[in-house]
Every structure is written in structure tokens, then in C-alpha cells.
């Protein structure tokens, strides 16, 4: 029982260079959710989905790209990385159209923009 | 728009004794869902407890309570018996019950607990 994987686990890229997270869930979610955690700012929002072929912006979605062409994957893409983007990136997925469902959570990717 | 605003940085608290971790929300509908997720040291979000804005009952899990005041918009989460593997960040999150489903979370604070 999977649950929620992020692929890759740690990255570290030159300023320019792009690349993208992938984030796969084995729970039939329809919603899935992409965070940035820094220290001091909790997890901050990029961009999620409601569904698939469906995305949406969320609270810091500048200079992220993400695509949701499988129900159960969640791709999110740096074009050009900066130092900037240096963080820990959480994929997220949960149930659709309930409040009280709660999210289930990848183990995180480091990246470092060097 | 939506926010959570948890403004405890860090707290301490001593083994056994309980513990009230603040969270307060901003919303503008009607129905919406609160969140609580334990991040330890290893990195991963554990989820402990949801409370929904109709729920007439303040939310428990073991030893996990939550105080929700609706009319403040706040959902404290309080430990009781506190015990060294609670040491973590908690985070409080909340999910409006509109169309765009948003869960947002707050800046979170770092739990210790000493012997």
C-alpha cells in the first residue's frame, strides 16, 4: 500500500536547469496538491487539481508548470530553476468534495538550486 | 480569502504536563474543514485530528483534543499528557467547502518536551 510517492526523494540543479517532480498516488484521489515548506513559512501552495486534465493555482505558483494527465499523478516542473526555488517540495492527495476528508502526504523532495 | 495564523514560533512544555498549540482561521464560508498534521524531525506529515465548522462537539483523538470556538475562528489543538516523542512541528490547515477545495496551512510551531 503506497499511498503517496514523490520521485525523485533529493535533487540538486544548477540555476537554469529544469526539471520535474512527480507525484503518484494509488488511493483514487481526485484532489492532489503540490507545497513548497521553508523554514519559518510553514507549506505554502503551488498549484493543485481537482481532477484530472484539471489544475489550478495556489499561493506562490510563479515559475512552476504542473500537469495532471493521469488521474493519479501530479506532475510539477521548474522551466528555470533559481536559487529562489530551493526547498522542500510536498505532494499532497485527498478525496474530492468533502471538507473533512484528510490529506494524505508524500515523503518530500529536497531540492537545492545551486 | 482563506488563512490560518498560527503565531506560536516554539513552544515548551514538560513530559506529562498538557499542552495548548494556537490556530486561528479566516473564511468566508459557510462550511469548512480544520486540520491538524504533526511533522517529527524525520520530515513526514502525520494527520491527528479534523474538526468541521457544523460539528456540534470539540474534535478528540486519544490524547489529542481539539478547542474549537467558532465564533473567534479558533482551533487550538491540545496534548494532554505530553510525552518526548510529541517533540515536532505542528501545523494547523484548513479546506473551504467551495469549488476550488484550497487545504492551506499555517506557519506552524515547533513543539519541544523536556523530561
Known amino acids: 500500500n503506497a499511498g503517496v510517492t514523490q520521485t525523485p526523494k533529493f535533487r540538486v540543479l544548477k540555476t537554469g536547469q529544469s526539471m520535474t517532480l512527480l507525484c503518484a498516488q494509488d488511493?483514487?484521489?481526485?484532489?492532489m496538491y503540490w507545497y513548497r515548506q521553508d523554514p519559518g513559512m510553514g507549506l505554502r501552495l503551488i498549484h493543485y487539481s481537482v481532477g484530472e486534465g484539471t489544475t489550478a493555482k495556489g499561493e506562490v505558483p510563479d515559475g512552476y508548470n504542473v500537469s495532471r494527465l493521469k488521474k493519479q499523478n501530479f506532475l510539477l516542473g521548474l522551466e528555470s530553476a533559481a536559487p529562489s526555488q530551493t526547498s522542500v517540495y510536498f505532494c499532497?492527495?485527498?478525496?474530492?468534495?468533502?471538507?473533512?476528508?484528510?490529506?494524505?502526504f508524500g515523503q518530500g523532495t529536497r531540492l537545492t538550486v545551486v | 480569502a482563506q488563512k490560518i495564523t498560527q503565531t506560536q514560533p516554539g513552544m515548551f512544555v514538560q513530559e506529562k504536563e498538557a499542552v495548548t498549540l494556537d490556530c486561528t482561521y479566516d473564511?468566508?464560508?459557510?462550511?469548512?474543514?480544520l486540520f491538524w498534521y504533526k511533522q517529527p524531525s524525520s520530515g513526514e506529515m502525520i494527520f491527528l485530528i479534523y474538526?468541521?465548522?457544523?460539528?456540534?462537539q470539540n474534535a478528540t483523538e486519544g490524547r489529542y483534543s481539539l478547542n474549537f470556538q467558532k465564533a473567534r475562528k479558533s482551533a487550538n489543538l491540545v496534548i494532554s499528557a505530553s510525552q518526548l516523542g510529541d517533540s515536532a512541528m505542528y501545523f494547523c490547515?484548513?479546506?473551504?467547502?467551495?469549488?476550488?477545495?484550497?487545504?492551506?496551512f499555517g506557519t506552524g510551531t515547533r513543539l519541544q518536551v523536556f523530561p
Open positions: 488511493m483514487n484521489h481526485e484532489y
Open positions: 474538526q468541521g465548522s457544523y460539528d456540534q
Open positions: 490547515a484548513m479546506r473551504g467547502a467551495d469549488n476550488t477545495d484550497k487545504l492551506i
Open positions: 473564511t468566508s464560508d459557510p462550511s469548512y474543514g
Open positions: 499532497a492527495s485527498s478525496h474530492a468534495r468533502s471538507e473533512n476528508t484528510e490529506a494524505f
